[in-house]
């Protein structure tokens, strides 16, 4: 799992619209990557349509925000068009990324133990560095922490 301070790991995803996308090529941009469970549900909306409504002011600052999950890019893509989400969400369907980003892993919910994303976001700066890490943070404090760290 990367740290605070660490070089970002590469990694090559497809988009909502079966584009290869690598976080390297984001290099010389500062980027906000969040993880989310599932796409359409309350919580996740409430995380997207946050970086989306803050994504003017993100954009005009040199900043690129991509979401993650294990949907497939066709319910993305209908997910992006109903809430107009101007940037791109990323299909991990096998998890490995998630995992790999400690974003994957046991969760509760009633008493009940499963496995799932746990919601996250990493803020990676210009030379991709991590230059902040929030695992398991809530939909609104995402957003509000991921903007605050560019002083937005």
């Known amino acids: ?48 349509c946050g970086f989306r409504d803050q994504f003017p002011k993100l954009e005009t600052n040199n900043v690129v925000v991509l979401g993650i999950s294990p949907d497939e890019p066709k319910d993305q893509l209908k997910w992006k068009q109903a809430e107009g989400l101007q940037y791109d969400l990323l299909s991990d369907i096998d998890h490995t990324v998630l995992a790999a980003w400690g974003a994957w892993g046991v969760k509760k919910m009633y008493g009940n133990e499963y496995e799932g994303v ?35």
């Open 1 to 48: 799992m990367p740290k605070i301070g660490e070089q970002a790991p590469d990694f090559e995803l497809i988009n909502q619209d079966g584009v290869s996308v690598k976080l390297s090529d984001y290099r010389g941009k500062r980027v906000i990557l969040f993880a989310y469970p599932k796409a359409g549900t309350s919580g996740c909306t409430t995380q997207a």
């Open 118 to 152: 746990i919601r996250s976001h990493w803020v990676i700066d210009e030379a991709g560095k991590i230059i902040d890490e929030q695992v398991n943070i809530k939909p609104v404090d995402s957003v509000a922490k991921a903007v605050q760290i560019f002083g937005l």
